[in-house]
């Protein structure tokens, strides 16, 4: 994640909003034990980063602090904390580095959703994986009109629609510094009519919503260039890292189960 883009984003905020606290708030959390705090708060200092708040556990699990921080989304690359965040409800993904460096802009956070079982329920992918494509292409129109449930990170979406609309109301949506993109391998023909529908009956919007209809998603994200690219499945996973894309692993709905067996 950029942390370059996010202290722009609220650099702008500042500036439009000078008595507004509604910003992005970075907050370290470590299961290290306080002792190792001033060769990080070392480290933040020489790479000229703006993160104020820290948890340092000692050992212990920070997932439990969660709550008590207001956390809207939990990276980490332990996938075992992770996914104790999101059986407690929290936004949370495995974060993935990229295996080559891409440049990225500082003046624009770019984020990078999957649809199912990340922005919106497992629901559908539940009847790919147990009925087939065909038998899911019917249940999608049949259900165009039915909004799909939410997700994990539905909020984590919704917080980044609440910042940008603070900049459509300052007459600022083309120069706006936060861009969302929807990346799925559904179809649009046949079953992408749910998806716009379902989030316009939840009042959010998406900057750019890219149906794939099965194709490769990395060849998509290079093009888009996201600080982070959320998806449920590591197939998608490891193929925007190889290209250079940082992704994160959102170990949500029937696409585990499937995983875990193979």
């Known amino acids: 994640f950029t942390l370059q883009a996010l202290e722009h984003v609220n650099a702008r905020l500042l500036e439009l909003y000078p008595d507004d606290e509604e910003r992005f708030d970075i907050v370290l959390m470590t299961n290290n034990h306080a002792q190792v705090g001033v060769r990080l708060i070392n480290s933040i200092n020489h790479y000229g980063l703006t993160i104020e708040r820290f948890c340092m556990t000692g050992g212990e699990s920070p997932i439990g602090y969660l709550t008590a921080y207001l956390t809207n989304l939990y990276l980490s690359a332990d996938s075992d904390k992770v996914q104790e965040a ?52 019917e249940h999608e129109q049949l259900n165009e009109n039915k909004p799909l449930a939410q997700g994990p990170l539905k909020g984590f979406l919704e917080d980044l629609g609440k910042l940008q609309k603070k900049f459509y109301a300052k007459n600022e949506r083309l120069n706006c510094p936060i861009r969302t993109y929807l990346v799925t391998a559904r179809s649009a023909a046949s079953s992408g009519a749910r998806v716009l529908k379902t989030l316009r009956s939840w009042g959010l919007e998406i900057d750019e919503a890219l149906f794939l209809a099965g194709a490769p998603k990395g060849p998509i994200l290079v093009k888009i260039r996201p600080h982070i690219f959320f998806d449920d499945q590591m197939f998608h996973i490891k193929g925007a890292q190889k290209l250079g894309t940082i992704a994160a692993h959102v170990p949500y709905g029937v696409a585990q189960k499937y995983h875990k067996s193979t």
């Not at 059986?87 to 649809?115: H, P, W």
Request: aromatic fraction near 12%; charged fraction near 25%; glycine fraction near 6%.
């Open 86 to 137: 999101i059986e407690a409800g929290i936004a949370s993904a495995t974060m993935f580095t990229a295996n080559k460096d891409v440049a990225y802009s500082d003046t624009q956070l770019r984020v990078a959703f999957d649809g199912d079982a990340v922005i919106f329920s497992d629901e559908s992918e539940q009847i790919v994986k147990e009925q087939g494509l065909d038998r899911f292409f």
